[in-house]
């Protein structure tokens, strides 16, 4: 079974890699955390000027590569050009380890492709990505070993019945959290697990009743992003699954 999807794994989930470590959403990062033992990656994916599915978190290039604009004005062929190592430095600047040494954005096929057995969490951006991750993921044959998130509930349509499987949305997650805390019966998911923060707003979101809510329908709990061990313990005591955490060298999995 995808461990994304076991009630019963504890899977450690690099998340966009290991971005503690090395450049985020990069084949670099991705190396990196599977040289580690993850379980799983986490990564996002934002569609090009042109239609192809890239791996990239932010609407624009400016914050981790040498190069600004929106991705979604530029081509595959320009962002190829992009250094994706330029601005990654573990420590607050005084050091680019990754600089010129040929760190691109890559799309999601060459991860899919890279990394042929690792099962991904992958979070679309925005609407207009489903139908090209949608496509990339059956090309690849990697439907399986991937759950599709996105805080949009529409973005996750094409994706509700197997042989995909999806997390749940931003509404959906609100929905069973409100539910948690009035011991009300939630609605029956269209979802297989759910990918939550620690925090929002200011409110601890997986606490005991919302995750047994979820493992009571049958859905795992990831926790993001996580990035010390003893955080770590705490979600998994409290009966979450997965660790989502830019540091994959301090979080491992519990002895069972």
Not at 21 to 31: K, M, V
Not at 187 to 194: G, H, M, N, Q, T
Not at 203 to 210: A, I, K, N, S
Request: aromatic share 6%.
């Amino acid at each position: 079974m995808n461990p994304l999807l076991d009630l019963e794994a504890r899977p450690v989930i690099g998340h966009r890699g290991a971005a503690g470590l090395a450049p985020e959403n990069t084949i670099a990062g991705f190396e990196l955390a599977a040289g580690l033992g993850v379980d799983a990656f986490e990564l996002d994916v934002r569609l090009t000027a042109d239609g192809a599915p890239v791996v990239l978190h932010d609407e624009t290039i400016d914050r981790t590569t040498d190069r600004i604009g929106p991705v979604g004005a530029i081509t595959l062929a320009d962002l190829r050009s992009a250094d994706a190592g330029a601005r990654f430095t573990p420590d607050g600047g005084r050091t680019f380890p990754f600089r010129g040494r040929d760190v691109r954005v890559p799309t999601l096929g060459e991860v899919l492709w890279a990394f042929p057995a690792m099962p991904i969490l992958v979070e679309l951006k925005h609407v207009s990505a489903q139908d090209a991750v949608r496509r990339v993921l059956e090309q690849e044959g990697a439907v399986e070993r991937c759950v599709v998130a996105a805080a949009d509930p529409a973005a996750l349509e094409p994706f509700r019945e197997p042989p995909f499987a999806c997390a749940a949305s931003g509404p959906e997650i609100a929905a069973l959290y409100r539910a948690s805390l009035l011991r009300r019966r939630a609605p029956a998911p269209r979802y297989r697990c759910l990918s939550v923060p620690e925090r929002w707003r200011g409110l601890p979101v997986p606490t005991r009743g919302f995750i047994a809510a979820a493992r009571r329908m049958g859905c795992p709990v990831h926790v993001w992003t996580v990035d010390g061990p003893d955080r770590a313990r705490r979600h998994w005591a409290r009966g979450a699954c997965g660790i989502v955490t830019n540091r994959p060298d301090t979080v491992h999995e519990p002895a069972k």
